[in-house]
């Protein structure tokens, strides 16, 4: 059966019950709380969409959903809902659904406290809840529960940053539906209630008492708590009264109303220091406190101890620990004299303390004390436990500051003074103890009417304490007495007085009584104060039963009138005060005789004269009894006592406007309504008040006239109430007399009113008494007389008053005041009298806005009137309404808001917040009266204008008011319904202006300024924080686009509106207004940026016309783009439709190139701001943002030459750079500015950071910063050159005093660089591929410079850290197109060696090694990497046949160090190494290598000599054992040489490299012999026996005569015969042999991890690669990670020697996200082949081998082909070559006993001077490069940065003794470096004389072979040969001459040598001068 969906009509709504995942067709996912709106219904089943997600609708079950009750608006396809349940409810639903999603993010972002505080406040809501929905309360409680709701939301809103949401009776208001400035009012209370809680003016303070701790109890206690104002010294509340036991503890623990209390209604005034807490401590027992048990059994009540607490104390405890109860601990003292037991609390206070002792060292009172604040109901609501608990309350002394009628109180408090009593006979004086009772007239004890305090029940006796042995004891007991009212008259108080015997019977003696009545005979009670009773004698055994018999007796000596029967005299004497606080009884008798005035008419005019002199509070606590007499005499006579009852019925009104009274107008309300009888008295009343208003003219006292002004809203409520009952009465009788006598006394009040002050200001001041309390009238009128006609009596009363006052006396405040009551009252209300009064209401207003003065006042009028105008254009008279407000106010409302935003803000809390306010009041007032105009209305202001220059001004001034009023400041932070409204407003309002401007001000009336300001207010509008919906939440910009809709779009399309109609007047606003323009197409909005962008291309159209081209646009949307997108503004849909949309508009135009090369432009330097600012959102400095910084430093160079930008760039990336502490780099950064500058006097701006100063001192400034970044990086080269110019300028001015500080600062450098360690860094190549990395990264490569001890691993680590997407490329290999594109990060990372150009430095012999490791990791260019491979057929018996190489040099646009650690590569080039070429390179590093240690071990520069005895025996040992014959069988074959024709001259290269090596290692063995310890003697041995070997199997007898020479200063292998034969043997002292080299060679490193080796030391030296017999094993041979290079030695990674990829040196394990395929990122250990490419970590025993051994090896440029590598003269590395002054310090002889080492050539100056003292660190010297006039590279060599001890133990380790074989074994262990030599021919450098030579090789050529240094000669003599002479160093030796600049850029160079030919770094492009920067 088919189905159908049908519509629903009433199932509309509806809350998600269960989850439904929607996995059916057409299925809607919903979860538990979703709320559903319901489209169609089918078979069970709805079709609706989610609320929170309105676009995506589906089908769902409809069981799963619980339907709601909806109203549905706009029924049909846009229908909407709105449930119908209570507003405040559906409010707690949204709320608590946007709280959810945030409580979550509190806990991701660990902010726990709020989480968890946040989750109870949502649980109590949703209980809340619940009550509300289940509907079962009542209407009360209702309101309480939905004020609990609101307040705990609005605190949840403010915790969570939400709006704060303006509330009307517990529900939200919609702002549509009121006024402005309603909302306003709203807005603002609910503002304070959050930020400012209202002070309360009665407090509490809540008592618990804990304990008594005292070593010496024993015995019941006794303790009264009470407040004591220690100012009037008096207590200032009853007391509170506990009983303590034996133990000190509270002796009914289970009734917690018996130790807690709460003293109620104290006042603010009652909360200061001087107030205490006073405790005093009466214990029951025996007479002394240390009397034995049997002396008495009597109880007694005796003092014990009292102690005090401070209320300050207390505050000062509240405000550190709010709302918590403390615990305090009281220190008790004791009294030790009794008769200051009175006075006890008051010594204490004063310090005087010293006279007690405390009770013990550690005893105390422990209590808990806690401050509440508030009304007592408002405590019993917010602390329910205290009063569930029980609590006793303990009120205050008298009434609190406000009575409120419903009070009832009738206590009595009487306090037992002091006594005088005879000695009665006895010697000592009496123990006197005073028992009271109460009694009544019949003489019973009036039962529990005597109370010690609260928290105990009331007594019927009380037994004072007693005082040891005192005759005039002195108690001050507090006691109250709660007698009923009824029991009060004939009660009396009886004293009875005994004397309590110590003695064992302990009785009490009976010896007195006094007695008061306690009401007199008038019905007056007992008058407050001090009574001195008599004490009557009497006896033991007295009768009291009939107390008629002493009633009769006098009891008071005072003037209380008692009976008049004479008694003796008496001596004795005893005093009590009483204070009565009754609301029932009254001590006056004036009240009492007023009230029985009918008792004695005769004295009524006495009584009436008195009736002022009564007590208020007697009068307020018989109000009606006294208004009924008044009235009643009134009656009597109405014209005798008229005047009279008026004037006191007047004291009575004013008596309730005190604040402490004022809560009995209600019951004068009532009385009026209810019990007033006095039809007749409104005659009265009205003759007596115009008598009195028509004297105020005249009367000199005003005092009384005023009086009565003020009491006039009670005066006419008697006067309308008194009529009321007349026409009640008589049917409406006298009508018009009563409107006459109205109308006369208005007339009489306008008269009065009208009178100016003439020099006195008495009459003024009764004029504002009357104006204050006039408006309260109008209700009282409006009861009897028409509304408008009232209004007419009302507007013409306020007319009368004159609008020119007497400026000294003004009545402005008070006018206004008057006004603003009248506009709040009923009458202003209605329409009908509203519009007689509002002309006389504006007019006034109008006046005091004009002069800026009561804006307060004006502005709260203002708002009132704007909550009672509606805006209805269907009601004429709101229309009209309106139009009077336009015409009056808006000008001046407009002036008046710009006035006041242009003060400078008031400074002080208060007033700054009252400046606030009445901004926002008068804003609120403005966008009120906008809000109501309509069409008509704005079209008659428009036309009001009676010309152009008034619409003008009111345009900017209209303009620059909306600009204000969208200030972020207007309003607070939470305030965006406020905001919304008023955007709503001004755009509104905009539309409408916007025609005004078009049709006035274009074309000839033009008017610039109007249109600027109308564009400016148009994009500050739009990028108002509020308006920008992407940052609200889903909900939140759901309701703002449904209600006001995007304001940004509708101001968009206003702005390209209003430009199109511009015209030719757009060139105005060119460039002006690219930057704002600019801003708002920054706004993420599409149609906004659809709609703004093509104006950019009208600008360039225009811009093009006019100048013919558009380098204006260019230049300012360059400017702006870098602000604006630092500001985080822009993203990259933003700058792909800025190019689409530009370029489409560009297609069709004339200037089309020229336009897509400007967006072409800045789309390119959009796309690296956005990547700078990704950068930048990173804490951390990395290389990321460093480079970032860079690419966007040199695109504002070289692209767009922004000098200024350039500049902060510069000092940005310099920032970055300290932070990361690159100083070095910060150093280059700085001097790009440096170079900018001259040193010239030209004045420059203040620039950043810099104050204005001259171009020199700006300079020197930089050099100084500069130097100080050079010497912190160590690198002090360049800070050399920097203080060289420096100094130059100062000697140039004779600034002889920083010329010094200059050439201090450059010898320090010089030391610095000669005694300070150095680390040379490694380089690392690293690639960045895929689509995803930033632009200036993306697909390009670049070679990092690396930090200290970073390998490595390190490196490739830091990198993945950085980019963490990131996937690591396991090969070295070019990657393929799909990588580049991928989606995704690829990075490939491997080390790669430098080649530095600074040949001359690192091939002199005489410069340290120290100076020469600056010049080999600085200033590089050029960097490479070698790959081995084998080609064709791999020959398995000897693969060196087939073992090329693939060199890669790579090339960079800077050299580095620079302003980065890392450049992009801008050269790749690959070029093969035959294995012939790869073999003469290893033979030469190898011989290079054994050269070095000789020269070291001969120049002691070695601690041992392990180094070269294990290089000795690995390169003899694999000769031995074949390394050397493989290559013989490879190359030297005959199939090889008929092959390879073009080889020849490279065989015979090797040829002579491996007979050079022989002659090395035969002079190695020598010097061996020369240092070896006797415990190495057959390891020499061995090793001479086997170089025997090795010679005979190379088929080697005897050295050819240009080889006898020393083989030492052959630098790059053996001698070629010369071209010149004169030159063929050359004497080691005469002149430096300088021998050809191969042009192709590979040096070779060894590098394997010790680990790795040990194990196969014995077998690697066995063969001749020094590890296997196949190359397959040599390139997978496995490395083991090192687990010592950093953390055991601390040493300097060994320099880079191999282009390895990641996985190279052994990298860190990585994690899964660093995989590649899922892989390993590196190869695993025995993937990873042990080459060129994978070389091996090597630990610290094989750095120093790798020290000794790498250095300086021979190299060959592999560019050049075979005809052209010719050798070039070389100096050697490693020879003592003498010069001059050399051979004249040395002799002859000298030289002939010493071993044939050819003396180093001195530098100019003094010999060898470059040698240092034998050192541990001189073996961080590896020897230096060979020389060439032309171009050359070497390799870099890091030194080990470890002392040459730390290394020493390493050299006896078995791993070394294999490692270091012939040169053939380190092909397999590291990579290669390369050298680069051109043209040259084979020449010898003469140093000495020709003669000299030829001696010397005469002498050198008949030497045969030695093979140990025994030998000399042809003789066979055997002793030790000295040192050489030449290898001393002099005593005098200076410091090697200052190196090359580092930077001496611009050298002229000729037309043919290349660019790396440059010293330091490459040269770069002259400089600009900066304008002013």
Not at 892 to 911: A, D, H
Not at 1027 to 1047: A, H, N
Not at 1573 to 1583: E, G, I, T, V
Not at 1645 to 1650: I, L, Q
């Amino acid at each position: 059966m088919s189905t159908m969906w049908i519509p629903t009509d009433n199932e509309k709504y509806g809350v998600v019950i269960s989850g439904f995942r929607g996995t059916v067709p057409h299925g809607l996912p919903l979860e538990v709380g979703d709320t559903v709106q319901i489209l169609e219904k089918c078979d069970g089943w709805y079709r609706g969409f989610v609320l929170k997600s309105p676009s995506i609708k589906g089908i769902f079950p409809a069981t799963y959903i619980h339907l709601k009750n909806a109203n549905v608006k706009n029924k049909g396809q846009f229908e909407t809902i709105i449930p119908t349940e209570d507003s405040v409810i559906t409010e707690m639903t949204g709320t608590l659904r946007e709280w959810g999603i945030m409580w979550k993010q509190l806990y991701v972002k660990n902010e726990g406290d709020l989480f968890h505080r946040l989750w109870h406040v949502m649980n109590e809501l949703l209980d809340l809840r619940r009550q509300v929905l289940v509907g079962h309360l009542t209407h009360d409680r209702m309101k309480d529960v939905k004020r609990h709701i609101t307040a705990r939301l609005d605190w949840g809103n403010e915790q969570m940053g939400l709006d704060l949401v303006p509330r009307k009776e517990f529900s939200m208001v919609d702002p549509d539906e009121i006024s402005v400035t309603e909302l306003y009012k709203l807005m603002e209370h609910r503002h304070r209630k959050k930020d400012t809680p209202i002070p309360t003016s009665t407090h509490h303070l809540f008592l618990q008492m804990k304990s008594l701790m005292c070593a010496n109890l024993g015995e019941e206690l006794e303790v009264f708590f009470s407040i004591y104002d220690s100012r009037e010294n008096h207590p200032v509340s009853e007391r509170f009264f506990v009983k303590l036991n034996k133990n000190g503890l509270p002796k009914f623990p289970e009734r917690m109303e018996r130790q807690c209390t709460l003293f109620v209604d104290l006042g603010s005034s009652d909360l200061r220091k001087d107030i205490y807490i006073t405790v005093h401590i009466i214990r029951l027992g025996r007479m002394a406190a240390g009397e034995k048990k049997n002396t008495c059994n009597a109880q007694y009540r005796r003092p014990f101890g009292c102690a005090v607490l401070s209320i300050a104390d207390l505050l000062q405890t509240e405000r550190d620990t709010r709302d918590s109860k403390e615990d305090h601990m009281l220190k008790v003292y004791m009294c030790n004299t009794e008769s200051e037991w009175y006075q006890i609390h008051e010594n204490i206070i004063k310090k005087l303390n010293a006279r007690y002792n405390l009770t013990s060292s550690n005893a105390g009172l422990s209590v808990a004390l806690q401050l509440l604040h508030g009304d007592i109901d408002q405590i019993r609501r917010e602390y329910p436990v205290l009063f569930t608990r029980g609590v006793a309350i303990t009120r205050k002394l008298g009434f609190s500051d406000i009575i409120m009628p419903g009070d009832i109180r009738n206590d009595l408090y009487v306090t037992l003074e002091r006594g005088e009593f005879e000695k009665g006979g006895k010697s000592v004086a009496r123990n006197v103890d005073v028992t009271m009772y109460v009694l009544d007239s019949e003489g019973q004890i009036l039962k529990d009417c005597i109370s010690l305090g609260s928290g105990e029940i009331p007594v019927s006796e009380h037994h004072s304490f007693v005082l040891y042995h005192n005759n005039s004891p002195r108690w001050a007991e507090l006691l109250k007495l709660p007698i009923p009212v009824d029991k009060f008259r004939g009660a009396h108080i009886r004293l009875e007085f005994r004397h309590c015997s110590t003695k064992e019977k302990g009785e009490k003696k009976l010896f007195g009584f006094s007695f008061v009545p306690l009401m007199q005979e008038d019905g007056r009670t007992l008058p407050d104060g001090i009574h001195e009773l008599l004490v009557h004698k009497c006896e033991e055994n007295t009768n009291f039963q009939d107390p008629a018999r002493y009633l009769k007796l006098q009891y008071c000596k005072g003037n209380l009138h008692g009976n008049s029967q004479p008694v003796k005299a008496s001596k004795e004497s005893f005093w009590i005060s009483s204070f009565l606080c009754s609301t029932k009884l009254t001590q006056n008798g004036d009240l009492l005789d007023f009230l029985k005035w009918r008792a004695h008419p005769e004295r009524i005019c006495d009584i009436l004269s008195k009736f002022k002199d009564i007590d208020g509070a007697e009068i307020v606590k018989f109000l009606q009894d006294t208004l009924d007499a008044l009235f009643g005499i009134l009656d009597e006579n109405p014209q005798k006592y008229g005047l009279k009852v008026f004037d006191s019925l007047v004291h009575i009104i004013n008596l309730l406007q005190d604040i402490k009274f004022q809560h009995f107008k209600p019951v004068m309300d009532t009385y009026i309504e209810s019990h007033f009888a006095g039809a007749l008295a409104y005659r009265d009343l009205i003759k007596v008040l115009k008598r009195y208003i028509d004297r105020s003219i005249e009367a000199e006292r005003q005092e009384h006239i005023q009086d009565v002004l003020r009491a006039q809203e009670y005066i006419f409520k008697y006067i309308i109430h008194s009529r009321s009952l007349y026409t009640l009465a008589t049917g409406g009788q006298n009508e018009e007399e009563f409107r006459s006598s109205i109308y006369e006394l208005f007339q009489s009040v306008r008269y009065f009113l009208s009178i100016e002050s003439q020099g006195s200001s008495i009459i003024t001041q009764t004029q504002a008494v009357f104006l204050s309390s006039f408006p309260a009238v109008y209700s009282e009128l409006l009861k009897l007389i028409d509304v408008r006609e009232v209004a007419n009596l009302v507007r013409d009363t306020l007319r009368s008053m004159p609008d020119v006052l007497h400026v000294e006396y003004s009545l402005e405040a008070v006018k206004l005041q008057c006004i603003a009551k009248t506009v709040e009252s009923q009458l202003f209300i209605n329409p009908d009298s509203r519009c007689i009064l509002l002309p006389v209401v504006l007019h006034h207003l109008h006046m005091h806005l004009q002069d800026q003065k009561d804006l307060i006042m004006c502005a709260r009028i203002l708002s009132t009137m704007f909550c009672l105008v509606k805006k209805d254009s269907s009601e004429i008279t709101a229309s009209e309404e309106v139009d009077m407000l336009v015409d009056s106010l808006l000008g001046v409302l407009l002036r008046t808001i710009l006035e006041i935003s242009n003060r400078s803000q008031p400074s002080g809390p208060t007033i700054r917040l009252q400046f606030q306010d009445v901004t926002g009041e008068f804003v609120a007032c403005l966008l009120a009266l906008l809000r109501q105009m309509t069409d008509k209305h704005y079209q008659q202001l428009l036309e009001s204008f009676a010309s152009k220059d008034g619409l003008r001004d009111f345009l900017l001034q209209i303009f620059t008011v909306f600009k204000i009023l969208i200030r972020p400041e207007m309003f607070p932070k939470d305030w965006t319904i406020m905001r919304l409204v008023t955007n709503n407003v001004i755009i509104t309002t905009i539309l409408y202006l916007s025609d005004a401007l078009r049709k006035n001000f274009l074309n000839e009336s033009f008017d610039f300024k109007v249109w600027e300001s109308y564009f400016y207010l148009a994009v500050i509008f739009i990028n108002q924080p509020c308006l920008q919906l992407e940052i609200f939440s889903p909900s939140k910009r759901k309701k703002v686009l449904e209600k006001y809709g995007d304001m940004r779009v509708m101001m968009g399309c206003e702005i390209f509106s209003m430009w199109q109609n511009l015209g030719e007047h757009k060139l105005q606003f060119i460039p002006g207004l690219i930057g704002p323009f600019l801003e708002v197409t920054l706004v993420p909005q599409a149609d906004l940026r659809n709609v703004m962008i093509p104006i950019f291309h009208d600008m360039m159209d225009w811009e093009q016309r006019r100048t013919g081209n558009f380098k204006q646009v260019e230049a300012k949307l360059i400017d702006k783009l870098d602000s604006l997108m630092s500001e985080g503004k822009g993203d990259e849909t933003y700058r792909e439709l800025f190019n689409s949309i530009l370029l489409k508009k560009i297609e069709r135009e004339t200037w089309r190139e020229s336009g897509i090369s400007l967006v072409a432009t800045v789309t390119r330097l959009m796309e690296r701001l956005l990547d700078y600012r990704d950068c930048m959102k990173v804490t951390e400095v990395d290389g990321k943002k460093i480079g970032c910084t860079v690419s966007l430093l040199n695109f504002y160079k070289t692209e767009i030459n922004k000098e200024e930008m350039y500049i902060r760039y510069i000092h940005k990336l310099y920032d970055l750079h300290l932070k990361a502490q690159n100083f070095t780099e910060a150093a280059y950064t700085l001097l790009l500015y440096d170079e900018l500058l001259e040193w010239s006097e030209r004045p420059l701006r203040e620039f950043l950071h810099y104050p204005m100063q001259t171009e020199w001192q700006r300079k020197e400034i930089l050099h100084l910063t500069i130097i100080q970044n050079f010497d912190k990086g160590k690198c002090w080269e360049n800070g050399i050159i920097l203080c060289r110019e420096l100094a130059d300028q100062y000697e140039t001015f004779y600034d002889y005093r920083n010329l010094s500080k200059m050439r201090m600062m450059e010898a320090a450098f010089y030391d610095k660089i000669m005694d300070q360690q150095r680390l040379e860094p490694e380089f690392f190549r690293v690639g960045f591929y895929g689509k995803k990395f930033p632009f200036f990264l993306r697909n390009k490569e670049f070679v990092c410079r690396g930090h200290d001890y970073e390998r490595l691993e390190a490196f490739q680590q830091r990198m993945l850290n950085e980019f963490p997407h990131a996937i690591a490329m396991q090969h070295a290999n070019q990657p393929e197109e799909t990588i580049f594109q991928a989606d995704a990060q690829y990075l490939q990372i491997y080390a790669v060696i430098p080649i530095p150009d600074n040949h001359e430095i690192l091939q002199k012999e005489a410069i340290p090694d120290h100076i020469k490791s600056f010049y080999r990791v600085n200033n590089i260019w050029r960097f490479r990497y070698d790959r081995p491979f084998h080609k064709g057929i791999k020959d398995k018996e000897n693969e060196f046949k087939s073992l090329w190489v693939e060199r890669t040099t790579l090339t960079l646009v800077q050299s580095l160090p620079g302003i980065s650690r890392w450049f992009e590569v801008d050269r790749r080039e690959v070029v093969e190494m035959s294995p012939l070429e790869n073999a003469i390179e290893v033979l030469e590093n190898k011989n290079q290598q054994l050269r070095t240690l000789i020269t070291q071990c001969q120049s002691r520069q070695m601690q041992n000599i392990n180094p070269l005895t294990m290089c000795l025996n690995g390169v003899i040992d694999a000769a031995v054992n074949g390394g050397l014959a493989r290559y013989q069988e490879a190359f030297f074959v005959k199939d090889y040489i008929l092959n390879h024709p073009e080889d020849g001259d490279k065989i015979s290269r090797l040829r002579e490299l491996m007979f050079e090596q022989a002659h090395i290692l035969e002079y190695g063995l020598a010097v061996h012999e020369k240092f070896v310890p006797q415990d190495m003697r057959p390891l020499h041995k061995k090793l001479v026996d086997q170089f025997f070997v090795m010679k005979s199997r190379l088929g080697i007898q005897d050295f050819p005569g240009y080889a006898r020479v020393s083989p030492i200063h052959l630098t790059n292998g053996s001698p070629r015969t010369c071209r010149n034969p004169t030159l063929g043997a050359v004497s080691p002292d005469g002149a430096r042999l300088v021998n050809r080299r191969s042009p192709l060679s590979y040096p070779a490193f060894n590098r394997y991890s010790s680990s790795s080796l040990s194990s196969q030391a014995s077998a690697e030296v066995s063969n001749i690669t020094g590890q296997s017999e196949s190359s397959d094993e040599v390139f997978q041979m496995q490395a083991s990670p090192s687990t010592s290079s950093l953390s055991s030695t601390h040493s300097a990674s060994p320099n880079v020697t191999s282009s390895a990829p990641s996985s190279a040196r052994g990298s860190p394990l990585l994690s899964d996200k660093h995989k590649h395929s899922r892989e390993n990122t590196c190869l695993s250990p025995r993937e990873r082949p042990c080459s060129a490419i994978y070389p091996i970590s090597m630990e610290p025993a094989q750095t120093l081998t790798q020290q000794i051994g790498d250095p300086c090896m021979p190299r060959s440029d592999p560019n050049l082909s075979a005809p052209e590598k010719v050798m070039n003269p070389t100096p050697s590395s490693w020879s003592l070559d003498s010069g001059k002054e050399a051979r004249n310090c040395v002799p002859d002889s000298a030289r002939l006993v010493s071993p044939p080492v050819p003396p180093r050539p001195p530098h100019t100056g003094s010999p060898a001077k470059t040698y240092r003292s034998f050192s541990p660190q001189a073996f961080e010297t590896p020897p230096a490069h060979p020389r060439s006039p032309h171009k050359s590279s070497v390799q870099s060599l890091t030194p080990s940065p470890t002392d040459y001890q730390s290394l020493g133990p390493v050299y006896n380790s078995p791993v070394l003794s294999g490692s270091s074989s012939s040169g053939i074994s380190s092909l397999s262990r590291g990579s290669v470096t390369e050298t680069t030599l051109t043209d040259g021919t084979i020449t010898c450098t003469l140093i000495g004389s020709e003669e000299l030579i030829k001696r010397e090789n005469e002498t050198f050529a008949c030497m045969p072979p030695r093979y140990n240094l025994s030998e000399h000669g042809t003789g066979t003599s055997r002793r030790r040969a000295p040192l050489p002479h030449s290898l001393s160093v002099p005593p005098n030796a200076e410091p090697p001459a200052l190196p090359p600049k580092p930077h001496v850029l611009r050298v002229h160079r000729s037309e043919g040598e290349n660019r790396m030919d440059e010293i330091l770094v490459r040269p770069r492009s002259q400089p600009r001068k900066v304008s002013q920067l």
